[in-house]
Every structure is written in C-alpha cells, then in structure tokens.
C-alpha cells in the first residue's frame, strides 16, 4: 500500500508563494506518475498538474499554467507543487495522487493512491 503524505500548506495573502511537498515511503515511487489535484467543499476535485515517471513529461491546468510549476525529486521520493502568484481563486484543499500508468491523467478516476490534503488559504 502506497502512503503519500502532503505538506507545505498554510495561508498567504494575494500574490504570495508556497511549495506543497508529496512524500511517500513507496520504494517503486519512480515509476509512478504523480499528480497534484484540489477540492473545495460541494465540488469535484480539480486537476491541477502532474509529472509522468518516464520523461517527465508534464500537465497543467489552464488556470494555472504560467504559476505553479511540479517537480520530483526521485532520490527524495517527493513530489512538488511550486505556487506563485497565488489568487484567491487558489484557495482549496490541493491533494496529491499517484498513478502506475506512464501517461499524465487528468482525470481522478485514473488515479490509485492518494494523500490526506493540505489546506491552502489566499486572502484578498
């Protein structure tokens, strides 16, 4: 059983940064494709980017391509989400997710494993 664990959370005003982390004890980590999805309460949850284990090849979403970027660091076995230029509209729970398949999913359902999530706040 896979375990992730995010971190990296916490509240920024308007045009602020944060890094969220995804650790995992996983020793087949480096061939899971990882990928960064939020929810806020009543919705789906909403791909925001992913990292492929071959490439990598990455994915974002339109709303925040140009502003986050994703990492990982194989040796770590930790996967990023770099936040900048951070809206309001960016406030959600961001979990993150991984995926045996060697392709990005954007789609939940794609997805085998998952972490708690981690709370991020932008205030206007």
């Known amino acids: 059983q896979v375990q992730l664990v995010e971190s990296g959370g916490g509240k920024v005003p308007e045009g602020g940064s944060l890094r969220l982390s995804c650790v995992t004890s996983e020793l087949s980590f480096n061939i899971y494709t990882m990928g960064w999805f939020r929810q806020d309460p009543g919705k789906e949850r909403e791909f925001v980017a992913g990292i492929s284990w071959r490439g990598p090849i990455l994915r974002y979403a339109d709303n925040v391509l140009g502003r986050f970027t994703i990492s990982r660091d194989k040796a770590k076995m930790t996967a990023y989400l770099q936040m900048d230029n951070l809206k309001p509209e960016d406030t959600s729970v961001y979990f993150c997710?991984?995926?045996?398949?060697?392709?990005?999913?954007?789609?939940?359902?794609?997805?085998?494993?998952w972490g708690e999530g981690t709370l991020v706040t932008v205030s206007s």
């Open positions: 997710a991984a995926d045996r398949a060697a392709a990005v999913n954007t789609d939940e359902a794609g997805y085998d494993y």
